[in-house]
């Protein structure tokens, strides 16, 4: 009778699963078919799921891109911001962590309380004052605004590294010590390659964050040939004239392909990261 009700209850939870999954993904799966119809079917016919015919030239119109612009230079202005500020943001949190972690000096409890109250500090309260120095700085219209900030770390990372260095023993700093390292090469020779998966959590949430981002881009962006995927995908609606959804969704569709090809690569280590970093030692 246990086995039968244990049966049953996997059997629901599964059932629940895929429905929840389906709900979820149905809208994604909706603008890729979407991006091989017309305009017409979009709108009127928003019920169907598959076209009636499969119209390819959304993708060629699409990556024309506007005036002299294709979208190859929206990706790769996306892929250089992205690239720049997911290294960056990677680096620096790893290296703030250790410190927090693992370095006694003074000062250290407040700076981490300083480092948590980032964290519940809303990105809307910050906003003006940033593009205030940023245009005093002479750097709006430029990508220094959207990679540069990504160097000092953040709360968020640097929090999720400290929980997986915690379960790092730290007679392992203590013999790399003893035999003659600096807490720089006990950071980059014994710490680094142990928090790996950490490492690749943050990449792979950051690449997706800032691959993902449209406010930053819109804020400090005005010319075409500094716009990046998303804020390029937006310029396909016009409030003043038709806007080309299939166009629009057909583009929306290629640049989920990084995306997806880095989570497709990195998901195991992803998980293991996720799963472990709120192991103590």
């Known amino acids: 009778m246990t086995n039968h009700k244990k049966h049953v209850s996997d059997i629901t939870s599964t059932t629940f699963i895929i429905l929840f999954g389906l709900i979820i993904i149905y809208p994604v799966v909706w603008m890729i078919l979407g991006s091989f119809k017309n305009n017409y079917q979009i709108l009127n016919e928003s019920t169907t799921l598959l076209p009636k015919s499969w119209n390819f030239d959304n993708f060629i119109t699409g990556w024309k891109g506007f005036g002299k612009y294709t979208f190859a230079t929206f990706f790769k202005n996306s892929f250089y911001v992205t690239f720049l500020s997911t290294i960056g943001m990677t680096v620096s949190s790893a290296l703030v962590a250790y410190a927090f972690s693992r370095v006694k ?74 035999e003659g390292c600096s807490k720089y090469s006990i950071f980059f020779r014994i710490i680094f390659p142990l928090i790996s998966p950490a490492l690749i959590t943050t990449f792979v949430i950051q690449f997706y964050w800032k691959w993902d981002d449209f406010m930053g881009p819109l804020i400090y962006l005005s010319r075409p040939a ?17 806007t080309d959804y299939g166009a629009m969704f057909a583009m929306s569709t290629l640049s989920l392909i990084p995306v997806f090809l880095i989570f497709l690569f990195f998901n195991k280590n992803l998980m293991d990261g996720i799963s472990t970093s709120g192991l103590k030692g």
């Not at 959207?146 to 379960?167: H, V």
């Not at 990046?228 to 937006?234: E, H, R, Y």
């Open 226 to 242: 500094k716009y990046t995927v998303s804020l390029a995908i937006k310029m396909f609606a016009d409030a003043s004239s038709t």
């Open 105 to 178: 000096f003074r000062g250290r409890k407040f700076w981490f309380v300083c480092m948590i109250c980032t964290m519940m500090l809303p990105g809307q309260v910050v906003m003006i004052p940033q593009y205030v120095i940023y245009q005093k700085l002479h750097m709006v219209n430029t990508f220094t605004p959207l990679i540069l900030p990504m160097f000092f770390g953040s709360g968020f990372f640097i929090y999720l590294m400290m929980q997986f260095m915690a379960g790092l023993p730290k007679e392992l700093d203590e013999a790399a010590f003893i």
